[in-house]
């Protein structure tokens, strides 16, 4: 089955405290992306990848780091997290090309008190 | 920086009448693309529009894209409970890239 997976689902952790939030996907596409999503300000890209290797930043990147070592795979690091990330993060990915539907995640809920 | 304004941010509507939500970007796009998002679920790609004046027609759903590039619609004619969920659209960069920028959404809810 074609998905996008992200691990975990759910995250609480404190200030500080680094964390990765992993993204995978099984249709070989070669665009991934991380977004956050809060109330009221609908969905904010943070950073994208066009292939391994290749990231550039989204429109709120401050505070993640990405890498992109494996076409299928996009991780989302937080080097130090602090309360205002407490979001729902989702990953997506693309074919890329003339094609520019993306396919997201389930989600991730993370919490940072 | 280009923005995306997303219009209204709610409706409610009867079963059976008709929903239209609008975005409007600050800039020209190359592309935009329209997702639906059920509560609790995560967006689900509709369609994409790229040629100015592109109209598609997915059943119930119209989606246009304006002449300039810089606005588009979405609109269900006679909406079923099953429509109800947020409505965004993401407008892609000219620059050639994949940075998109997304509406704020539009919240519908539909009455039986």
């Known amino acids: 089955e074609a998905q996008v997976t992200q691990n975990p689902r759910y995250l609480i952790t404190v200030t500080g405290k680094k964390l990765t939030v992993t993204c995978s996907q099984n249709m070989n596409h070669e665009y991934m992306s991380w977004y956050r999503q809060d109330p009221g300000l609908g969905l904010r890209q943070i950073y994208y990848s066009m292939n391994v290797e290749v990231t550039d930043k989204g429109d709120v990147p401050e505070g993640y780091k990405v890498s992109r070592k494996e076409k299928r795979n996009f991780p989302l690091i937080l080097e130090s997290p602090s309360p205002n990330q407490t979001s729902l993060y989702f990953c997506a990915s693309g074919a890329g090309g003339s094609r520019y539907e993306q396919y997201f995640g389930p989600g991730t809920r993370l919490t940072v008190t | 920086g280009q923005q995306v304004m997303q219009i209204p941010q709610y409706q409610h509507v009867q079963e059976g009448e008709d929903f239209t939500t609008y975005c409007n970007s600050s800039?020209?796009?190359?592309?935009i693309q329209w997702y639906k998002q059920r509560p609790g679920g995560h967006p689900v790609f509709l369609i994409q529009l790229v040629k100015s004046g592109e109209v598609k027609k997915q059943k119930r759903l119209t989606f246009q894209f304006g002449e300039a590039k810089k606005n588009s619609s979405l609109h269900i004619t006679a909406t079923q409970t099953t429509d109800v969920g947020t409505y965004f659209c993401a407008g892609g960069s000219t620059s050639g890239t994949y940075k998109y920028i997304f509406g704020t959404g539009t919240r519908l809810k539909v009455l039986a």
């Open positions: 800039t020209t796009l190359s592309n």
